[in-house]
C-alpha cells in the first residue's frame, strides 16, 4: 500500500470518526423552527441566491467576491423597481393625457370684405351668412366682423357695425338668426350660456357697462364700470372661468413704456368692483388661468405670472429667445401658455418645467390672434397674408407638426374655430 | 430519499421538507463538522443550508439530486460561516472516540490528533475537496457539482490538498507540540 493510499485511508477513517458523534441536540429542532416561520419563494424568484444543483437554473458562476452576486442581484431589482416606477408614471401622463375627451375642427367662422362665411374645417364649402360693405368702402368698420363661436360650437357670433348703433348678432352654424341686441367687442361665457358685451345707453354705445346676457338675447344684468376706467372698451369684458365675474384691465399712465396694468373684477351680483393683482407695467389684456388662480400678462419683453389674488408675480420660466412677447393665451388644462415672440413665432411653454417648444413661423407676416382647441392639441393661428388688414388662418398641432392653411383669405383678426367633440358629428 | 417526499416538499409541503432534512441532517452536520472543526459554527451553517434550501425548494426541479444539492449548500453554507467567523477564536470541540478492545488506545488517539492538527492547516476549500472525496466518496463529476467548480479543477485542489495535508502531518512530526492554524 502507497503512502498515499495509506493517508487516504487513515483520512477517510479519521472523518468517519469525527462525524459518528451526534450534532448538539436541539440544533436540528431550532433549524426547522427556523424554516416553519418562512415561505418558500416563488420559483422565479427561488433561483436567485440558492446553488444549482438540481435546480432549472445554469451553472452557477464562481464569483470572486460572493456578495458582489448579491448587489448585482439588488441593483437589478432597484432597476426593475425604478423601471416599474417611471413606467407608471408614464402610462398616469398618458392617460391624464387623455383623459380629456379629444376635440376636432369641425369649422370655421370668418369674415372677409365685411361679410361672414361658415366654412368646413378645412376652409371648403365657404356659405355666405351675413352680407355686408368692407371698411375701405365704409371708411369705418366693415359692415360684418369679428365671428366667434360659442365653446360648446353651437352657436356664432358676430359684430354688426352697419350702423351707429353696434349690434350683436348670434346665428346657428347654418346662419339661421337666434338673437341680435346692442353691444361691442363681446365675449362668451365658458360655459357657452351668456355674453359679456360692452353696452348701449340713450341708444349709444358706452363703456360705462357691460351687459350680461342670456344666449337668446335677454338682458340678465349690467355690471357698471367706473370713469376711471375709460379708455377700457379697447379691450373685450373678459369673465372669470368661474363665470361669477366680469373681468377688465385698468391702465395707469405712464410717461413712456408700458402703462401701469391691474387686472379687476366686477361680480355680476351687483358686489363691489374688487382689483386682483399687483400692478405691472404691461400691455395686456390680462390671461386667466382656466382654474382662475393666475393672470398671465404680456409686459413687453417678458411674460409674469401674477397669482390673481395679488400676492405673487413672476416671470415665466423660460423665455425662449429675445424679442416682444404678445398676447399670452392659457392651453385649456392650465398646464402649458402660447405665447407670440417678436410678433412671428409661436412657442408652447410649460408652465412648470419653462420648457419651450416652437410651434409655428408666421413668415414675417405677423400673428395676430390664437385660439386654442378644447382638448390642448391643436391651435389655430390668424397670421396676415401679406395684404393691409388681410389674414389667413392656420392650423397647427402644438408639438409644430401638421401646420396647413385653412383659410387663405380673411380680414385681420375675423375668424375663429369651431370646435367639436371627437364623435359628436 | 424518496422522489414523491422531494416533490411534495417542493410543491410547498413543510412536514415532507423536515422528513427530508431530519434524514440528511447528520450528513449535512458532518460536512460542516469536517470543513469547519467547530460544532457552533457547523450547527450555524447547517442551519443556514437548511433554511436556504426552505426558502429556494421551488427551483428544484430534479429530484434525484436533491442530496446532491443539500450537500452543496452546506459546503457553501460552511466557506460562509467560515468568512464570517475568520480572526474569532474558535472552540474546538472534542470529538467522542470508541476504540476497539486490545487496540493501542494512544496510537490511535495519537494519529487521530496528527490528522486534526494537519487538517486544521488546510484551508476551507481544501478541507471541502477532501470532505467530499473520502466522507461523502463522490466521484469527480460530482464532487465538481457539489464545490460548483470544474472537474479539473476538483482533481487539481484534491491533489494539492492531500499534498498539504501529508506536508503538514510531516511538518508535525518534526515540531511536536507546535501547531498552526489557517484561519478559516
Known amino acids: 500500500m502507497s503512502g498515499r493510499d495509506e493517508l487516504d485511508r487513515r483520512l477517510a477513517a479519521w472523518m468517519t470518526e469525527t462525524v459518528s458523534s451526534s450534532p448538539p441536540a436541539g440544533r436540528f429542532e431550532q433549524a426547522m423552527e427556523a424554516t416553519a416561520r418562512r415561505r418558500p419563494r416563488p420559483p422565479w424568484l427561488a433561483a436567485f441566491g440558492s446553488d444549482w444543483v438540481g435546480t432549472t437554473a445554469p451553472r452557477r458562476l464562481e464569483w470572486a467576491w460572493p456578495g458582489l452576486r448579491r448587489a448585482l442581484v439588488a441593483a437589478a431589482m432597484v432597476a426593475l423597481l425604478a423601471a416599474a416606477i417611471v413606467g407608471a408614471a408614464m402610462v398616469g401622463a398618458y392617460l391624464l393625457d387623455h383623459r380629456r375627451p379629444a376635440w376636432r375642427l369641425g369649422g370655421l367662422a370668418y369674415s372677409v370684405d365685411g361679410d361672414i362665411y361658415v366654412a368646413s374645417a378645412d376652409g371648403g364649402s365657404p356659405v355666405l351668412i351675413a352680407d355686408g360693405i368692407p371698411d375701405s368702402a365704409s371708411h369705418s368698420a366693415p359692415s360684418y366682423w369679428d365671428p366667434q363661436w360659442s365653446p360648446d360650437g353651437r352657436y356664432l357670433m358676430y359684430q354688426d357695425s352697419n350702423s351707429i348703433t353696434q349690434v350683436v348678432h348670434v346665428v346657428d352654424p347654418q346662419g339661421r338668426p337666434v338673437a341680435s341686441f346692442p353691444g361691442w367687442y363681446s365675449t362668451w361665457a365658458s360655459d357657452s350660456s351668456r355674453i359679456a358685451t360692452w353696452g348701449e345707453t340713450d341708444q349709444k354705445l358706452s363703456f360705462g357697462k357691460v351687459d350680461v346676457r342670456a344666449m337668446d338675447g335677454r338682458l340678465l344684468t349690467s355690471v357698471l364700470i367706473p370713469d376711471t376706467f375709460s379708455g377700457s372698451g379697447d379691450q373685450r369684458p373678459g369673465w372669470l372661468p368661474d363665470g361669477s365675474a366680469i373681468v377688465l384691465p385698468r391702465y395707469t399712465v405712464a410717461e413712456a413704456g408700458p402703462a401701469g396694468l391691474q387686472a379687476w373684477v366686477f361680480p355680476i351680483n351687483g358686489a363691489a368692483p374688487r382689483r386682483l393683482s399687483v400692478e405691472v407695467k404691461g400691455y395686456g389684456p390680462p390671461a386667466f388661468s382656466p382654474d382662475g388662480t393666475r393672470i398671465a400678462i404680456d409686459v413687453g419683453n417678458d411674460v409674469f405670472l401674477i397669482a390673481a389674488d395679488g400676492t405673487e408675480a413672476q416671470r415665466l420660466p423660460t423665455k425662449p429667445g429675445a424679442g416682444l412677447y404678445t398676447n399670452p393665451l392659457w392651453s385649456p388644462g392650465g398646464d402649458r401658455i402660447a405665447v407670440t415672440r417678436s410678433r412671428e413665432s409661436i412657442q408652447v411653454v410649460d408652465v412648470k418645467t419653462g420648457t419651450a417648444v416652437p410651434v409655428h413661423e408666421s413668415s414675417g407676416e405677423g400673428v395676430r390672434a390664437l385660439n386654442w382647441s378644447p382638448d390642448g392639441r391643436t391651435l389655430l393661428v390668424i397670421q396676415g397674408d401679406g395684404n393691409p388688414g388681410g389674414s389667413s388662418v392656420w392650423s397647427v398641432a402644438v408639438d409644430g407638426s401638421g401646420g396647413h392653411v385653412v383659410v387663405k383669405r380673411a380680414d385681420a383678426e375675423g375668424a375663429d374655430g369651431r370646435w367639436v367633440k371627437e364623435g359628436a358629428e | ?184
Open chain 2, 1 to 184: 430519499m424518496g422522489r414523491e417526499l422531494v416533490e411534495q416538499a417542493v410543491a410547498g409541503d413543510h412536514d415532507a421538507f423536515v422528513s427530508l432534512a431530519a434524514v440528511a441532517y447528520d450528513r449535512l452536520h458532518g460536512i460542516a463538522r469536517l470543513i469547519l472543526r467547530n460544532e457552533d459554527a457547523a450547527s450555524d451553517a447547517v442551519q443556514e443550508a437548511v433554511t436556504s434550501a426552505w426558502l429556494h425548494i421551488r427551483a428544484v426541479r430534479d429530484p434525484d439530486r436533491f442530496d446532491a444539492w443539500l450537500n452543496r449548500l452546506a459546503v457553501h453554507a460552511s466557506y460562509r460561516e467560515a468568512r464570517r467567523r475568520r480572526g474569532r477564536v474558535v472552540e474546538i470541540g472534542v470529538a467522542r472516540v470508541d476504540v476497539p478492545d486490545g487496540w493501542d488506545a494512544v496510537g490511535v488517539v495519537d494519529a487521530r490528533d496528527q490528522l486534526e492538527r494537519g487538517f486544521r492547516r488546510l484551508n476551507p476549500q481544501q478541507r471541502a475537496v477532501l470532505v467530499v472525496h473520502h466522507y461523502l466518496e463522490l466521484s469527480d463529476a460530482e464532487a465538481a457539482a457539489v464545490l460548483g467548480i470544474p472537474i479539473g479543477t476538483v482533481k487539481s485542489r484534491l491533489n494539492r490538498a492531500t499534498i498539504a495535508l501529508r506536508a503538514a502531518i510531516e511538518a508535525d512530526d518534526r515540531t511536536p507540540g507546535v501547531t498552526t492554524e489557517v484561519p478559516a
